[in-house]
């Protein structure tokens, strides 16, 4: 996989992607935010502000507040590979973040999804 191309594509082209997954299986677009917003430290404006803005993954992460202290108690594999095993940071927070939507999407409760 090509690393520097996925640090490049924008949030806001993934964003709609979570939201659709999320919808077919009964969640909501409120509770996608929920979740991205407890992993990165965005409040719901900032986050908002990211997406209007186009902002590539890679500085999406960079500029987040601050990664949820529990992100590390998210484990599992996406698309093939365990997260708990990704070397590079970058990459395992896109990881977290798609496993949270997969979580979701999976009708998991909301407390369990935020390591509660």
């Known amino acids: 996989m090509d690393t520097n191309r996925v640090f490049k594509m924008s949030f806001a082209g993934v964003y709609p992607h979570y939201i ?14 929920e979740v991205i917003c407890w992993l990165t ?9 990211q997406i209007e803005e186009k902002k ?16 590390s108690k998210i484990t599992g594999v996406i ?3 365990r997260i708990e095993e990704i070397e590079h940071p970058l990459m395992q927070k896109i990881r977290y973040m798609d496993k949270l939507v997969d979580e979701l999407a999976k009708g998991r ?8």
């Open 20 to 33: 659709t997954k999320a919808e077919k299986k009964g969640r909501t677009k409120q509770e996608v935010d």
């Open 41 to 49: 430290g965005y409040s719901p404006q900032a986050l908002a502000k």
């Open 56 to 71: 590539s993954l890679e500085t999406f992460f960079g500029e987040a507040p601050t990664l949820h202290p529990n992100a």
């Open 79 to 81: 698309c093939g590979v």
């Open 109 to 116: 409760p909301m407390e369990k999804i935020l390591r509660k």
